[in-house]
């Protein structure tokens, strides 16, 4: 139980177009999702979270208007990289928090973005 | 505010030697702590968390972490390195008050040599 999956689990794309990145709670609800990047060698930085029905929480340095990320039900999550560059090329990972007293969030694969 | 130090970004071991990658936190509330190690190319996979209660904590593979609120610390061990354990280690704390928001430490590059 609690699988995650992402999609597509690699992209590559001309600089300029949108990329879309879906992130899926496969066997159950998830009530809060969230986005991270992660550069090579290095550790996972939260981009924002995101709860059903309501506007994501982005973190600070994160342009909201740049990654778009939509929750639109308890199962699916979207994050989409509007107007690509080359410095967005990164290893995006999505997790999935259950309600309730569920303490803990389930990865997703991760998708490898590169912009050309 | 939250943050995790993970003390040394490689750690070398020989393979049947005990494992240990160290973690230190900071939290203003008590806080959730996870382990996760990570492949290549892959996503994150839980080892071992601490919520509340027994503060030594067994996770898969054989690992195990101690919770200690005077030190601030939650260090990995596992007592015999297998060459499998060879992956990235990331320390994490979570805001049990805060959204579950998570910060993770910089990570910790095992390797097992033969």
């Known amino acids: 139980g609690a699988v995650v999956s992402q999609h597509p689990s690699w992209v590559i794309c001309k600089s300029g177009t949108s990329v879309k990145i879906e992130c899926r709670s496969l066997d159950f609800q998830a009530t809060t999702m969230f986005w991270y990047r992660q550069f090579p060698k290095q550790s996972l930085m939260l981009m924002a979270t995101?709860?059903?029905?309501?506007?994501?929480?982005?973190e600070q340095g994160v342009e909201k208007d740049k990654f778009l990320i939509n929750h639109a039900s308890l199962t699916l999550s979207t994050l989409t990289v509007t107007s690509a560059h080359p410095e967005d090329s990164s290893f995006y990972i999505c997790s999935a928090k259950p309600g309730g007293e569920i303490n803990e969030q389930f990865f997703g694969p991760g998708t490898r973005l590169t912009v050309l | 505010a939250q943050s995790v130090t993970q003390l040394g970004s490689h750690v070398s071991v020989s393979e049947g030697a005990l494992v240990l990658l160290r973690c230190n936190y900071s939290?203003?509330?008590?806080?959730?702590l996870f382990w996760y190690v990570q492949y290549p190319n892959q996503g994150l996979q839980l080892l071992l968390k601490?919520?509340?209660?027994?503060?030594l904590v067994k996770g898969i593979n054989g690992f195990e972490a101690e919770f200690k609120k005077s030190e601030t610390s939650f260090h990995l061990t596992k007592p015999s390195a297998h060459m499998s354990d060879a992956a990235e280690y990331f320390c994490a704390v979570s805001d049990r008050t805060g959204g579950f928001k998570t910060i993770f430490g910089a990570g910790t590059r095992l390797f097992v040599k033969a």
């Open positions: 601490y919520t509340t209660g027994a503060t």
């Open positions: 995101s709860n059903e029905g309501s506007k994501a929480t982005y």
């Open positions: 939290s203003s509330v008590p806080p959730y």
